[in-house]
């Protein structure tokens, strides 16, 4: 009678850690050295850095085992130059489960400097938050790490990370794992000094020769200070008699945000949608939407009367709670609960459409509109949201390489 081959126990574990040069067929040895055993693999990650190789494997097997393994393992070092070490344990079942209820804190810095990084570790240690993982998602024009952590409710530590982010320089998000994190997405986003590295009625006011005071009163608007449908009413009637042709020129003179249509083409290609809602002018930014293939925008009407600008308004003012409002219209034409919204503003006419948003996002913002916002961008490369998604800087590049060779 022919015996059963010994089962692995899943209760008795080694942990195995490979370091050295990277080449070609590391990673083939070491299983085939594992391969005449009953084994199972339980878990296993592999980085390599600067050519530098590490990669950790969790394996199950029959104790009986465990001195032939580490001994394979010994020459198998050897045969590869490089250092192997392996420890075997008593494991109970449930340590070694799939853990639930993960979050995702990215930080952006430009530099990230290692004082940030054990500042992040320390929050999370003081509220006995584990990190599971840590990983790079991009090198440039900013450096985003993002860790996966266990053990500790979002809002907590969103709260917690808050102040590293002035105290550091860097930029902290904190999200939820899981599925819904990749789902269709809907990222609504305000156009001046977001979309834009200009304000359109700035630009406005220069040719009408009423700039310094038109931006005076736009900074104390965005700023909160005014209310900002008495603050538009104000700087519209400020342009009373510019000829209509000026908007030609205010457009050409319009300078995308760094990153906006990395932003924009990336989040379409991955079957997201990005809307667009504006305190600003139709007239200005329509042919702009249409340039970047955005359906879905709403923004304030100048009436023009005769080839010239009344200073007055028509329809329904963009403010802030049309913006939220906004946020709603489109996520159900769209087919997106608002938890699968992202918001990206910058000034306190922003703030209602963030708090509703799933994820609100304070680009650049004052510190009011930073205060109340989930995460806050203060790298002046809106593609950066990208990366607060989870999208790495790799993936990115991949996407425009293979589109410039279709």
Do not use: W
């Not at 693999?41 to 390599?48: F, G, K, N, P, R």
């Not at 420890?87 to 995702?104: M, N, P, R, T, Y």
């Not at 990222?187 to 040719?207: A, K, N, P, Y």
């Amino acid at each position: 009678m022919m015996q059963k081959p010994p089962i692995a126990d899943d209760s008795f574990t080694g942990l195995i850690l490979l370091s050295g040069i990277d080449k070609p067929g590391i990673t083939e040895a070491l299983f085939e050295c594992l391969s005449p055993f009953s084994v199972s693999i339980l878990d296993i990650e592999q980085v390599t850095i600067r050519e530098r190789l590490i990669l950790t494997a969790l394996i199950s097997l029959d104790p009986n085992h465990s001195q032939s393994i580490e001994q394979d393992l010994i020459t198998c070092a050897t045969e590869l130059n490089v250092d192997i070490a392996v420890s075997f344990s008593q494991v109970a079942q449930e340590s070694i489960a799939v853990k639930a209820g993960l979050l995702h804190v990215v930080a952006l810095g430009n530099p990230l400097k290692p004082i940030a990084i054990a500042a992040i570790a320390g929050v999370l240690a003081e509220r006995n938050a584990n990190i599971e993982r840590i990983f790079r998602t991009a090198s440039y024009p900013v450096t985003a790490v993002e860790f996966v952590v266990s053990g500790a409710p979002v809002r907590e530590i969103r709260r917690a990370l808050a102040h590293l982010t002035i105290e550091h320089g860097i930029d902290i998000a904190v999200q939820p794992g899981g599925l819904m994190r990749f789902a269709k997405k809907l990222v609504l986003m305000d156009v001046d000094s977001t979309l834009i590295q200009q304000e359109v009625i700035e630009l406005l006011g220069v040719h009408a020769g009423a700039g310094e005071k038109i931006k005076e009163i736009t900074s104390r608007a965005m700023a909160g200070q005014i209310d900002f449908e008495q603050s538009l009413r104000e700087r519209v009637a400020l342009l009373a008699g510019l000829p209509e042709e000026t908007l030609a020129q205010v457009r050409s003179e319009i300078v995308l945000t760094p990153g906006a249509r990395t932003l924009v083409r990336t989040l379409q290609r991955l079957g997201h949608t990005v809307a667009v809602v504006s305190g600003g002018f139709l007239q200005v930014i329509e042919p702009l939407m249409h340039e970047l293939g955005i359906e879905n925008y709403r923004a304030n009407t100048l009436e023009i009367i005769d080839k010239k600008i009344t200073g007055r308004l028509t329809g329904p003012v963009i403010d802030r709670a049309a913006k939220a409002t906004a946020l709603r219209d489109f996520a159900q034409i769209v087919n997106v609960d608002i938890e699968q919204t992202i918001a990206i503003g910058d000034g306190a006419n922003d703030l209602d459409m963030i708090a509703a948003a799933g994820l609100g996002i304070a680009f650049n913002a004052k510190p009011a509109v930073r205060a109340l916002a989930d995460s806050a961008v203060s790298q002046p490369y809106l593609d950066s949201v990208l990366y607060l998604m989870g999208i790495a800087r790799e993936d990115i590049e991949e996407a425009d390489n293979q589109s410039l060779q279709a």
